[in-house]
């Protein structure tokens, strides 16, 4: 699999240099050029398959070149020793938790293979420097999957507030592979940071700089792989189409499902439920793309006012636009909606939820009179329901403590360094670290 910008001259790179480059040097964002068919692949799997199984048979084929079969289960076990868990609650819907990695967020399965895959591809062939922006337990998950990866520091950019779960064991001066870094200013300051160190291509060139950041396809791509596991969890269930209802603020889960559709993946469409801040609900109906004010809900992550992945929706969006409107289904839910989908889920199926699973779950409530009859709706449950105690208390009036592996995400934590917004005293907090 080859990799173009989304603002692409035609030029081509492979997943290796996309995922060591991070950013085309144009501006836009590695995409791939071309989707592999693996459905002879994955649809004789069943019920019995585990995850790292189907990422060892998956990877190889998309990586053709680059991963070999014995290379894609040396990265599949390294990555994983957690798996998605789907629960079907009755004949319309389904849950597929994502919160059983080591900070309970979906985004564990990205950065854990992403870490996996980087290590793998640098085997006795140079060092790179991982340079994310962090907020929350972002910034654990990837200290946790890089941590003693060979051939690779990790250097965490936080904005201003507290730094928790990280363990100063880790850090470089204690001879570790981890610098977090705090910025004098917000987590757009980070972001824009990484951009201008990955720009500078003299000091990129030096210390290998890439991003563990949604911008890296490294990232990106594996996601696509707990929608297969999904698949392959329910197909035997299903006597209808297969729907996906995808929490959506940033849009990296969906476009990753939308690459599993892509890698043959019998499904019929995605729904994209966003809360009131609706950042992308007129262009997927095929009107322009304007920013709107943020708004603060009570689904915290889902409150996106630019989405990061806007380029690499618009490059499907431009690909097919009418295909397309025929397979994202926009739906808007508001906090007292998403208050009452909690509730209906503690009550009618007896499980917790956290506010971004209930905001996918009461979109796929909202619209399925409008499925074909017999159609089922898998429901993207992205993060642990204790680490939004108090939402979750509110709704359902349940205690919920987070479990003892979690723990350690209260902890508080010091950084290197304590910067300004500016890329010079960036550099010179790297520099000053080697």
Known sequence: MQYRSTKSDGSLVSFKDAVLRCLPEDGGLYVPDSIVDMRQFFLYMNSETTYPELVATVAPILLHGELNPFSASRVAESAFDYEPELRQLDERFSLLSLYNGPTGVYKDFGIAFLAAVMEELLKNNGRVMILSAVRGDTGVSIAQAFYKRQGIN???????????????????????????????????????????????????????????????????????????????????????????????????????????????????????????????????????????????????????????????????????????????????????????????????????????????????????????????????????????????????????????????LQKKSDPIALIEPQLDALEGAIVSCF
């Not at 940033?250 to 993946?265: C, D, P, R, S, T």
């Not at 109906?285 to 603060?296: D, V, W």
């Open 154 to 408: 990790s250097v965490l950019l936080y904005p201003s507030g507290p730094i928790r779960g990280l363990d100063p064991a880790t850090f470089v001066q204690n001879g570790g592979n981890i610098i977090p870094i705090q910025i004098r200013g917000t987590f757009d300051d980070c972001q824009r940071l990484i951009r201008e160190a990955i720009h500078d291509r003299p000091f990129a060139e030096r210390y290998g700089i890439t991003s563990a950041n949604a911008i890296n396809p490294g990232r990106l791509l594996p996601q696509a792989f707990y929608y297969l596991y999904g698949f392959i969890k329910i197909k035997k269930y299903l006597s209808g189409n297969l729907i996906f209802s995808v929490p959506s603020g940033n849009f990296g889960n969906l476009i990753a499902g939308l690459y599993a559709w892509k890698f043959g993946m019998p499904v019929h469409g995605f729904v994209a439920a966003m809360n009131v801040n609706n950042a992308f609900g007129d262009y997927i109906r095929g009107k322009q793309f304007i920013p709107r004010p943020l708004i603060t809900t009570n689904s915290p992550a889902l409150d996106v006012s630019i989405p990061a992945n806007y380029e690499r929706l618009a490059s499907f969006y431009g690909e097919a636009p009418a295909v397309m409107r025929n397979m994202v289904y926009p739906s808007t839910v508001d906090d007292k909606v998403t208050l009452g989908a909690m509730e209906r889920a503690w009550k009618c199926y007896g499980i917790l939820i956290d506010p971004h699973s209930a905001v996918a779950l009461a979109a796929a409530e909202e619209l399925f009179e409008s499925f074909e009859v017999g159609s089922h709706v898998v429901v993207m449950s992205t993060g642990h329901p204790a680490k939004e105690a108090e939402t979750v208390a509110k709704a359902t009036g349940q205690t919920i403590h987070l479990p003892p592996r979690l723990n350690v």
